[in-house]
């Protein structure tokens, strides 16, 4: 992830969301099965391409919403790695949180998951993600960003549809003020260089 404090004051965060085609840590599905997990290449791109309007909230939390795609101050889009945010944040205490390194990753939340899972000798099942609608994602500051998974009813057109919630493990959060605009994070450089080659 990348922080950035323009000189209007607006917080720009960008980075990768989750990185499609690779394997999760283990994670639990909403029945509660201990999975890996692969999300297909072009899953985000056909929710993103469904979606009405997508938020950006803290902490999953649905009365916090910092920016979204209906109003120009959320950018998605899937590319060759994965899901791909830019977004312009105004919430003071956020920039608050993001001055003070308090930033911990990113996660998001999907529903009417179509997926495929294949029983494995010896290793945990593998679970091939091929669609979803996606919920929303979410600023992570006082969770843990761990590639996890939980199950929350929620309502839906009168309907009980089952939300997952998942997190990037393992992000670098590179804070850039308005005074130092030229520092980079190597760590943060490498591990992208390494993504975008397939590493």
């Known amino acids: 992830m990348k922080a950035e404090l323009r000189a209007d004051g607006v917080l720009h965060l960008s980075g990768y969301v989750n990185v499609t085609g690779k394997m999760s840590r283990p994670v639990i599905t909403g029945k509660g099965q201990k999975v890996i997990e692969v999300i297909e290449e072009r899953v985000f791109a056909k929710a993103l391409a469904r979606a009405k309007n997508i938020a950006m909230t803290k902490d999953h939390d649905a009365g916090t919403v910092l920016c979204e795609t209906r109003a120009g101050t959320l950018k998605l889009k899937e590319d060759a790695i994965g899901l791909h945010v830019d977004s312009d944040i105004r ?7 993001a001055r003070a390194g308090k930033l911990k990753g990113w996660s998001f939340g999907m529903c009417n998951i179509v997926d495929n899972i294949e029983e494995r000798a010896d290793r945990l099942p593998l679970r091939t993600v091929k669609d979803f609608d996606l919920d929303h994602i979410t600023l ?3 969770k843990t960003p761990v590639y996890a998974a939980t199950s929350i009813e929620i309502r839906a057109d009168d309907k009980t549809n089952e939300l997952e919630i998942r997190a990037a493990a393992d992000d670098v959060i590179e ?20 993504l975008k080659q397939g590493e």
Not at 91 to 97: K, L, V, Y
Not at 175 to 193: C, P, S, V
């Open 140 to 142: 992570v500051v006082n």
């Open 175 to 194: 804070f850039i003020g308005m005074n130092n605009t030229d520092k980079h994070n190597n760590a943060y450089h490498e591990r992208y260089e390494k």
């Open 91 to 97: 919430d003071e205490q956020t920039i608050a949180e």
